[in-house]
């Protein structure tokens, strides 16, 4: 038996009907189209409005799409694992939620919880569950549902972040040279005070005190955020493309998490790459957070070939930051 490693044998996506525009905004806080645009690139986001419906719905629409892309018959499905920063309960999982929802009858289910980086850290995961041997088919879904934690009074974050989830299937095989070829994977810890939700957890429990406040929201010191990012994901691009003999010739796509316009020109300017080789929605989806990697494989599927080289790279609350290096496996359909 040779090596076993982990590929993506296909992608589904889902994001709201609903598109909350800039000029939408404008009405809302005091900003508008120019004053988004010229700092974070995003002109829409969509949003999850029907009452009701959390995260686990639009991971539960993105992974019927994929069993059904893929006709992977759902009893062989070992795991499924959902990445989020916006599970429908404090318990049970989300996860557990989906896994029910779409009656898999054979596949342990959890909840990864790493922000923004909730995919590539994830992908890591799974892949080494793969490795193990015992597991052959894997779900891992990124979603979030971050309008249901954007203060929709504060101008310096509501304009950032929208709704979606994107979900691939992972499959063991042993053919060489294609899968998750390398992770560079870190947690500063220093990130707390830049960016968080005051209440809601077990420091400061839901109270009357904290609603009145307005303490349930994400708040942010943006400027701190995005030197961090930028810093963290260039050089995280740089060295995982060193150790793997990756450079501006042979890399085919970057994959950059979905924050601010800026960021994603920095990491490819780190790398000496051309926009047209980078993954960008954010001006149509805005920061769906751990949904951003996966809804771009989503849309640039159709373009992607086997064997291209691709880096992933992402950065959120902790500070989380990291890069995977992956090979692709199958020519986009």
């Known amino acids: 038996m040779g090596k076993i490693n982990a590929i993506i044998t296909g ?49 539960r629409k993105a992974a019927k799409q994929l069993i059904k892309k893929t006709g992977v018959n759902p009893d062989e499905i070992d795991a499924l694992i959902v990445a989020t920063s916006t599970s429908d309960y404090h318990f049970p999982s989300t996860a557990s939620i989906v896994i029910g929802k779409l009656g898999l009858k054979n596949a342990m289910a959890y909840d990864f919880w790493a922000a923004c980086c909730g995919f590539i850290y994830s992908l890591d995961v799974a892949t080494a569950m793969i490795q193990s041997g015992r597991y052959k088919k894997i779900i891992l879904i990124g979603a979030d549902k971050m309008s249901s934690a954007t203060d929709y009074k504060d101008r310096s974050t509501c304009p950032l972040f929208g709704d979606g989830a994107g979900a691939v299937l992972l499959e063991a095989t042993e ?35 904290t609603v009145d406040h307005r303490m349930h929201f994400t708040y942010q010191e943006g400027r701190t955020v995005f030197r961090y990012a930028v810093t963290n994901m ?4 740089e060295l995982i493309a060193q ?5 501006k010739d042979n890399i085919q796509w970057i994959i950059p998490h979905q924050a601010n316009m800026r960021i994603i020109e920095a990491v490819a300017k780190r790398l000496e790459l051309p926009m047209e080789q980078v993954m960008v929605n954010i001006e149509h989806f805005g920061n769906t957070s751990a949904a951003t990697i996966p809804l771009a494989l989503w849309e640039y599927e159709p373009k992607l070939r086997k064997g291209d080289n ?15 290096y992956v090979r692709w496996a199958y020519d986009g359909k």
């Open 310 to 324: 691709i880096i992933m790279t992402a950065f959120g609350a902790g500070f989380v930051h990291g890069a995977n």
């Open 243 to 247: 150790r793997n003999g990756l450079n």
């Open 11 to 59: 992608i589904g996506g889902y994001v709201p009907d609903y598109v909350l525009t800039n000029e939408e905004l404008s009405r809302m806080v005091d900003t508008n189209d120019e004053w988004i645009m010229t700092r974070v690139g995003i002109k829409e986001r969509r949003i999850l409005t029907e009452e009701g419906l959390g995260t686990s719905y639009m991971a």
């Open 234 to 237: 260039s050089a995280d691009c």
């Open 175 to 209: 053919e060489e040279g294609v899968g998750l070829m390398d992770s560079y994977l870190r947690t500063d810890g220093m990130g707390l005070p830049f960016l968080h939700m005051k209440a809601g957890g077990s420091v400061s429990p839901a109270s009357h005190f």
